[in-house]
């Protein structure tokens, strides 16, 4: 007997709402920064057609990695029997189905995911975005205002108008310098697509972890152990990419901290592959091409992967070569768009071993057949921060197995640096503060004196030198550059206060009393201008004891004690200047 063999026509309950819930919805809900929901059956046989031709091209659900080149969380992207079981669904007709067959709904609230927040920072003011023309870089300043470090262990952004926010990344501002540029354009915040902080130059800070958001991301917190340290007084600044939709829109973002109350055993960094030097980019070249490496000095765990260019960006490609000249891929982007950038977190971490070369290539197209390219005709482009220029970014969190080997990645990030670029100022900069902190004070003492080459009248540089000569115990040179720095920044106190502690271990014994004078009036001028800094206090009340003024000694202790309870040699200090005024009287 023949059978006949009956081919069951995909249905809506039993095949594509499995699929639409799991890598359609996150993004297509009401409010949701889709321009339209996809959850009820009525809603997704309405786009069919159009579903059927975004999957077909693998244009959604955005995905850029291509499979097999890396094995990361959350992958959203469609097998090529998933993709044609959408084209049938609509070739049959659409049907239904059983209702007992579909799975329950996504349920999207728009209240925070984790529940409600240890923190929640808002934008003071609301930012108008135009009604057209390009994608605007924004930037805005969020004052922790805490009182005490916290250890974060997830943030989560809501957008406010999710129409209009296309992703956003967090740094932080430990020293509060970019307050200076926030709404001099009239508008709340600033512009810009890269954010560089003094506190980091040219890196992501925290230097940890990839503070970044983009629509549907499940908020996947990290382990206690591993959480990112927020300073006091320390500023967020929310940099949004926004998208204008024909009409203004009102943007005021709220973010959200979740803390632990543990501090963090492991430690993670971000290392960074690029050449931007290298990018210029001519006008109707296809292929243009750059690229970079790195020789590992320890062994690491790669955790999570970032590819950043512009409009340009086409193929991006990173791999690692092991010792035994093995290649492994950490990622591959066959068609880069920047309006789909994210943060990949591997499912489990790929293992490094010391001598393994991380490389990355990136190629451009600069010609008129790149449908991204914003330049009509294309023209010469150059590296920047501007949309409108270029960048080549991989950007890895690592997680070295050795509890040194933050330092010695850091150092080969420097000195690899500075084989691109001989003459940067950051990296130059970055290696003496780096050589300084292990006491390589002969190294560090070079590297900033190469800075300052580069850059005679930066202030930061004279006085971090300044510091490493002090610590060398070559107190005139010091003190010569403690007063460059303050001759160039007049305001800069952390010069200003060291130069008060060189001028007071200065001096033979003929000449103490003139370097105390001087290193008061240092100290008091310090006082002055940051009259809530313990350390500041506590040595201006040790100086004017040494200089006899008893009643001022006293008051600049007490007060150092009570700006911090802990500070013993103050205490210590204050007991003998108590003892000397009650035998004088």
């Known amino acids: 007997m023949l059978f006949a063999l009956v081919l069951i026509a995909a249905t809506f309950t039993k095949d594509i709402a499995p699929l639409v819930f799991t890598h359609c919805s996150p993004c297509h809900h009401e409010n949701g920064n889709a321009p339209f929901p996809l959850i009820t059956f009525e809603e997704v046989s309405r786009h069919a057609a159009q579903i059927v031709d975004v999957t077909r091209r693998r244009y959604m659900p955005p995905w850029p990695p291509e499979r097999g080149y890396g094995d990361f969380v959350g992958d959203r992207s469609l097998s090529n029997a998933q993709i044609a079981l959408f084209a049938e669904w609509l070739a049959k007709g659409k049907p239904r189905g059983d209702p007992a067959n579909l799975p329950p709904r996504p349920h999207f609230t728009g209240k925070w995911q984790m529940g409600t927040p240890d923190l929640i920072l808002r934008m003071a003011k609301a930012f108008t975005l135009p009604a057209g023309g390009s994608d605007i870089f924004r930037n805005f300043i969020l004052p922790s205002g805490l009182h005490e470090t916290k250890y ?14 296309h992703h956003a990344n ?3 501002d430990r020293t509060h310098a970019l307050r200076r540029r926030n709404g001099t354009d009239g508008q709340p915040g600033f512009p810009g697509m890269d954010i560089i902080t003094e506190a980091a130059p040219g890196v992501f800070d925290p230097d940890s972890h990839f503070l970044f958001w983009k629509p549907g991301t499940v908020l996947r917190p990290e382990p206690d152990d591993m959480a990112w340290r927020l300073d006091p007084a320390s500023d967020l600044i929310l940099n949004l990419h926004l998208q204008p939709t024909g009409k203004q829109e009102p943007v005021q973002a709220e973010l959200g901290l979740y803390f632990t109350t543990l501090s963090p055993t492991r430690f993670p960094m971000l290392i960074q592959l690029e050449h931007d030097g290298a990018i210029d980019i001519p006008p109707g070249n296809r292929q243009f091409e750059i690229s970079d490496s790195l020789t590992l000095p320890v062994d690491v765990d790669v955790l999570a992967i970032y590819p950043h260019t512009h409009y340009l960006g086409h193929l991006i490609e990173a791999w690692a070569v092991l010792p035994d000249g093995a290649r492994r891929w950490l990622v591959r982007i066959p068609d880069w768009d920047i309006n789909w950038q994210a943060v990949y977190d591997y499912r489990r971490p790929v293992f490094l071993p010391k001598g393994s ?28 921060n501007r ?28 000195r690899r640096r500075l084989e691109k670029y001989p003459g940067d100022f950051f990296a130059q900069y970055n290696l003496g503060a780096l050589l300084q902190s292990t006491h390589q004070l002969t ?5 900033y004196r190469g800075a300052l080459r580069t850059d005679p009248a930066n202030a930061t540089a004279h006085n971090s030198l300044g510091a490493a000569l002090l610590m060398q115990g070559n107190f005139p040179e010091a003190i010569a550059e403690f007063r460059a720095s303050l001759r160039f920044d007049p305001k800069y106190q952390n010069a200003r206060y060291n130069l008060a502690e060189a001028e007071a271990a200065l001096g033979t014994i003929e000449f103490r009393q003139r370097q105390y004078t001087a290193a008061l009036a240092h100290f008091r001028e310090a006082a002055r201008w940051n009259p809530e800094n313990a350390d500041i206090q506590a040595n201006l009340g040790a100086l004017l004891a040494t200089a006899g003024d008893l009643p001022g000694a006293a008051q600049a202790l007490e007060t150092a ?17 108590r003892a000397q005024m009650a035998a004088h009287h």
């Not at 004690?561 to 200047?577: M, T």
Request: aromatic content about 4%.
């Open 152 to 165: 974060v262990r997830a943030i989560e952004l809501r957008p406010g108008n999710p129409r209009v926010v």
């Open 170 to 172: 967090v740094v932080i």
């Open 357 to 384: 070369k991380i490389a990355m290539r990136i190629t451009y197209d600069n010609s008129s057949g790149n449908p991204r390219n914003p330049n009509h005709p294309p023209k010469f482009v150059k590296a920047g």
């Open 387 to 414: 949309s409108e220029d270029e960048m080549g970014h991989v950007w890895l969190q690592v997680l070295p197995r050795k509890s040194d080997g933050r330092l010695a990645l850091q150092e080969a990030l420097m």
């Open 443 to 447: 190294g560090a003492i070079s590297a």
């Open 561 to 577: 004690l009570r700006l911090d309870p802990k500070q013993e040699a103050a205490r210590a200090n204050l007991d003998r200047v």
